[in-house]
């Protein structure tokens, strides 16, 4: 390992004497500690007790609580001063801290079955009372997530970058193993989206990944593949090492309007992350870091990855009904 630098010494020079960031950093260390003992209970697991009683529900409620309760434990006496979990409410952080954080401690849950990656996610936002979590996504301090998978790796970022650092599974170490991180700029030809709800879609989205189908026969006159996980983290994980593009963007269900993932927990330090390795995030039209949540469980369209294939879903928005196509005259129409 000599050749990687341990996190917590990466952390502290990075920090600086820059308050916040040293807050942040300190925090995220005290994470990896829970992060440790829940990449142990995902490893396990139905050898976990008591699993074998439970059914598939009461399974995922066990893998949410017990990680809630993991960073609950780990966060006591971090230099915070108010911390929101996505499941689990508000706990109180360390008086004074000048930091706020949002914690979604297992994401995922119901893929756990599935033996698919799950992860943490995390946002840092200066503290600003009441109104902390409620700050344009651009404020964060620090962001990132862990991931739990064939390896147990973190990607994160102090706003100088994105760094990644793998965790050692005999020691429990985390190494940092990729500095200023960046998508790659001959991405892999690949889409993320969930094509079951493409009815529910409005035009420029259904019409953006029609050109993906078509591939070499249509406008974007080369192949594409499709790639879905289910999984926020994961997915994020491949865009980071390959490109592409991930879409979960709002659909006409009840409920979705507005989005599925939310925006202090999800959209914000996913955003972080992207950008900070030269990808784009947005809503479709508008960066996701320039909005600001006005409600804890606000939701957001999140779409982000290689910048080309973002800015290219915006144009769509640009064109008359999202430039879908005539009935009479499109490859899948009437005449087909």
């Known amino acids: 390992m000599a050749s990687y630098a341990e996190l917590g010494a990466w952390l502290d020079k990075a920090a600086g004497a820059d308050e916040a960031r040293a807050a942040a950093a300190r925090t995220i260390m005290r994470m990896t500690k829970a992060a440790r003992e829940v990449s142990r209970m995902v490893a396990r697991g139905p050898l976990n007790p008591g699993l074998e009683e439970m059914e598939i529900r009461q399974v995922f409620d066990y893998f949410d609580t017990r990680a809630c309760d993991m960073f609950r434990d780990a966060l006591k006496g971090a230099p915070v001063a108010r911390i929101a979990r996505e499941k689990g409410g508000a706990m109180e952080g360390a008086g004074g801290g000048p930091v706020a954080l949002a914690l979604d401690a297992f994401n995922g849950s119901s893929n756990i079955d599935a033996n698919t990656t799950t992860g943490t996610l995390f946002s840092f936002m200066p503290d600003a009372g009441e109104e902390s979590f409620f700050q344009p996504g651009s404020a964060q301090v620090a962001g990132g997530f862990f991931s739990y998978g064939p390896r147990t790796a973190l990607a994160f970022t102090l706003g100088q970058g994105t760094q990644i650092a793998t965790m050692d599974p005999e020691t429990g170490t985390f190494y940092v193993t990729a500095q200023n991180k960046r998508l790659p700029e001959d991405y892999a030809r690949e889409y993320a989206v969930n094509a079951s709800n493409y009815r529910y879609w409005d035009p420029a989205i259904r019409t953006f990944i029609d050109d993906m189908i078509d591939g070499a026969d249509g406008p974007r006159e080369q192949d594409y593949s499709m790639r879905w996980a289910a999984s926020m983290v994961a997915e994020t994980v491949r865009i980071l090492n390959r490109g592409g593009i991930f879409l979960y963007p709002n659909d006409a269900r009840k409920g979705y309007m507005e989005g599925r993932l939310k925006r202090i927990f999800h959209a914000n ?48 928005y640009d064109l008359p009904m999202g430039g879908l196509r005539s009935p009479l005259f499109s490859k899948r129409g009437l005449f087909r």
Do not use: C, H, K, N
């Open 269 to 316: 330090p996913i955003a972080f992350v992207i950008e900070q390795a030269g990808g784009m995030a947005t809503d479709g039209r508008i960066r996701l870091l320039e909005q600001a949540a006005s409600r804890m469980d606000q939701r957001a369209p999140v779409i982000f990855g290689s910048r080309p294939e973002v800015e290219r879903v915006a144009r769509y």
